[in-house]
């Protein structure tokens, strides 16, 4: 079964500053997506990691996919205000040829970013 | 493009009622999926489809039931609705498992 574990669940941080949440999985997948939602809110795609080394950025947050390491890490450069949502990490167990499109999510990373 | 719709966005239902949730979207993705977000679990997923008249069972299908008879339309059946199926359900498209899922608004049920 597998098991996909963000942290942390929890982060305050100030604006302007930087940090990074962990999204750690259980099984080889070469396929990461992170999504955010706002609360009360439906989920928003952010980045689609397809294999080894993808790193892909936007505005201030950047996303990157060791499969090695099972392991996916979204950035958060100089936070401001507007970045507060809750970020999830999904993976496809599907590891190399098409995806399953069975996804499995992480619980998610409550991020409030303080003025 | 209205994206992906649902209805109802809030339903409450008596234990043992039944109901379906439906689902839209007009981007002529072939892969639709239903997922239910409970606090503290994240998205779980119920059912998906990679094209009409193909669905197959996600994470926790049990108490659910859908069909794909078009591209466009994914609905979501609860055949003996249960307190446990109290939840925010969300459905989502996209066009293949490469590319980014578009979610709905939600429907937030209420089973007493």
């Known amino acids: 079964e597998l098991k996909v574990e963000q942290n942390p669940l929890f982060l305050s941080m100030q604006e302007g500053k930087n940090y990074t949440i962990y999204c750690n999985y259980s099984?080889?997948?070469?396929?990461l997506y992170w999504y955010r939602q706002d609360p009360g809110k439906s989920l928003e795609s952010l980045f689609v990691l397809l294999s080894n080394g993808a790193v892909k950025q936007e505005g201030r947050l950047m996303a990157s996919l060791d499969t090695k390491a099972r392991l996916s890490t979204l950035h958060i450069t100089a936070a401001v205000h507007d970045l507060s949502a809750t970020y999830f990490c999904?993976?496809?167990?599907?590891?190399?040829?098409?995806?399953?499109?069975?996804?499995?999510f992480g619980k998610g990373t409550k991020l409030s970013v303080i003025p | 493009n209205a994206g992906v719709t649902q209805t109802p966005k809030f339903q409450v239902l008596k234990t043992g009622q039944s109901m379906t949730l439906q689902c839209a979207q007009d981007?002529?993705?072939?892969?639709m999926s239903w997922y239910r977000q409970d606090p503290g679990m994240g998205l779980r997923l119920i059912h998906y489809?990679?094209?009409?008249?193909?669905?197959d069972q996600g994470e926790v299908p049990n108490g659910y039931n859908v069909s794909r008879s078009t591209t466009e339309d994914f609905p979501l059946r609860l055949l003996s609705a249960a307190p446990s199926q109290t939840s925010v359900y969300f459905c989502?498209?996209?066009?293949?498992?490469?590319?980014?899922?578009?979610f709905g608004p939600g429907t937030r049920l209420t089973v007493l």
């Open positions: 489809s990679v094209g009409a008249g193909i669905t």
């Open positions: 099984t080889t997948s070469d396929r």
């Open positions: 981007m002529n993705h072939e892969y």
């Open positions: 999904a993976v496809d167990p599907q590891h190399s040829g098409a995806g399953s499109y069975q996804l499995t």
């Open positions: 989502a498209s996209s066009y293949s498992v490469d590319n980014q899922q578009f």
